[in-house]
Every structure is written in structure tokens, then in C-alpha cells.
């Protein structure tokens, strides 16, 4: 049996929605619902680990979320604050009664454990699974990733009724994975691989290096203000000095505006060294002898 798809937000309680403004989110965009594997959930116990799951799917682009018997029903209050704001993922889920109904429309399953089940399955890793279901969906077929409980997993039934088991990297002595942790990490693989790739939502932007004169002209003015102050205390250590400042200074790419403020620096460290200090000693004078 399926609940409605869609359950408005707007009759949950101010206090669930608690998130307004998050870091690095900008409520200005709408989020790409593109084709994208389902996230099926088994019997999950919490609404809070709900909740996380459909956050982690938003960070990367998913959005089909599918439950199988929620332990506290659906809606769910506490999944809904957990969410913080992935509310387009949460206005799409649905609930099924059994595990054949949520995969009924998928031509591809896969099963995620940390656990050997001693069927011959193939096993893959989170890359390589996510390829093969991007494939698989550019194709116009659905594929699915089952999750299983917090406490056990998935069942030998369930797993049984996937294509192939999805395990990851972990430490054999402490493999458990919370879901919404298991789920973020597909959920990345799939965002590589079968979504937007490794594009950065910020990487562009940044200035041109200033022009090789400009770095010239830096150099020269920061090494005759340090001539003028006494810096190169051993002239035979000059050369060897000034070619380490160079090569620090021209390692940071410094843009023109950078340059500009940099001379300004030196400019003002001189000036303050030129400029007769009031607090200095004056040199004792010889007083005119009296007669």
C-alpha cells in the first residue's frame, strides 16, 4: 500500500522546520531533479535517521526517496527536522508495505551490507556500482540501492532479491555504517559518476596572476627598501637573500591588486623608518662653559 506522494510540509509545526537559513545553501536556486537512482529504505526504526538520508540525498542530487514499513510512520515530524530544508525530497516520498512493491519498477537492485551472505552475488564497490547504474539509467531503465535497518541491516530475503551487493571500504573490526553516513557515500559515488561529475559549485572567479613587470617592480622596491634599512647585513649573503624572497614571493601568484597593496606595505615600513623617532634619546650636548 503507498501513501499519498504528496504530503505538504506546511502542516508540520514551526519548531520541525527549524532550519531557515543553513550554510553554503542558496534558497534562491531550485534543485535539478534529474534522473537518479531510488533510495529504498527497509523498516528504518527513526525518523531522525529519515530525515539525515534525505539530506545527504539532497547534497548530491537525488531526490526518490522510498520507504518499506517505517517503524514510526510517515509523516514523521522528527524526520522532517533532521532534514534541515531538503524539503523537495521529502514532499516526494513513498511508503510501500512491501520491499517487491517499492522495486517493482526497477530493472536494476542493488543491495547495500557490510556483511558476507554467503550467496553467489556479485560484490562491487561503491565506484563501480555507481557506474553501472548511471549507465543502466541512461539507458531509461530504473535501478535502486535497498538500505536495511539500523539495528541488523537488510534481511537474507531482501538481499536476495537485488542483482548484486554494494560494500564498502570500511575497517572489518567496525564496518557498521549509520544509513544516512552509507547513503551520503552512494550518494557522492553516484554524483561523480552518473550526475553532475566533478564539477565544483564554486571554483571559478579567482584573478589572474599580475603581469611579470609587476613582480619585477615588487622585487626591486622590497629589496632597495631593505638596502636603505640594513637588511643585508653581509653583502656576500646579498645574492643568495634576494633569491630565496624571490622565489617565496613568486611561488604566492600574487594578483596586480595584491602587488599594489604589497608596495604600499613597504612603502610605509620605510617611511616610518625614515621618520625621526619622539621617544628616541637625544645625544647628551656639551653646556656652554659659564663665566
Known amino acids: 500500500m503507498r501513501a499519498a506522494i504528496g504530503w505538504s510540509l506546511s502542516k508540520c509545526p514551526p519548531d520541525a522546520r527549524r532550519d531557515k537559513h543553513m550554510a553554503g545553501t542558496d534558497r534562491s536556486l531550485e534543485p535539478t531533479l534529474g534522473a537518479c537512482p531510488a533510495i529504498i529504505l527497509c523498516e528504518p526504526q527513526l525518523g531522525e535517521n529519515i530525515g539525515t538520508t534525505a ?15 517505517p517503524r514510526d510512520g510517515w509523516p514523521n515530524e522528527k524526520a522532517v527536522a533532521a532534514a534541515s530544508r531538503a524539503d523537495h525530497v521529502l514532499e516526494r516520498v513513498r511508503v510501500f508495505e512491501t520491499l517487491e512493491e517499492a522495486i517493482a519498477d526497477l530493472k536494476l537492485v542493488y543491495a547495500t551490507t557490510a556483511r558476507s551472505r554467503d550467496m553467489q552475488k556479485e560484490v562491487l564497490g561503491p565506484e563501480e556500482a555507481s557506474i553501472k547504474m548511471a549507465q543502466h539509467i541512461a539507458a531509461g531503465q ?16 531482501e538481499v536476495a532479491m537485488s542483482d548484486a551487493i554494494v560494500t564498502l ?3 572489518p573490526a567496525f564496518a557498521s555504517l549509520n544509513i544516512a553516513q552509507a547513503v551520503l557515500l552512494m550518494s557522492y559515488e553516484w554524483r561523480r559518476h552518473g550526475g ?5 559549485p564554486f571554483s571559478e572567479g579567482l ?3 599580475a ?4 613582480l619585477t617592480g615588487l622585487f626591486e622596491h622590497l629589496e632597495g627598501v631593505l638596502d636603505q ?8 649573503k646579498r645574492p643568495s637573500m634576494v633569491n630565496n624572497l624571490r622565489t617565496a614571493l613568486t611561488r604566492g601568484r600574487f594578483t596586480s591588486q595584491e602587488i599594489r597593496t604589497l608596495r604600499g606595505v613597504i612603502s610605509s615600513i620605510d617611511r616610518r623608518h625614515q621618520r625621526p623617532n619622539p621617544n628616541r634619546q637625544k645625544p647628551a650636548t656639551d653646556k656652554p662653559a659659564t663665566e
Open 55 to 69: 539530506r545527504a540525498m539532497a547534497n548530491f542530487g537525488l531526490w526518490d526517496l522510498r520507504l518499506v514499513r
Open 142 to 157: 530504473g535501478a535502486g540501492l535497498l538500505f536495511g535497518r539500523e539495528r541488523w541491516g537488510l534481511l537474507n530475503d
Open 169 to 171: 571500504p570500511v575497517e
Open 196 to 200: 553532475a561529475g566533478t564539477a565544483l
Open 207 to 209: 584573478d589572474e596572476a
Open 211 to 214: 603581469p611579470r613587470e609587476e
Open 229 to 236: 634599512t640594513g637588511f643585508f647585513t653581509t653583502p656576500d
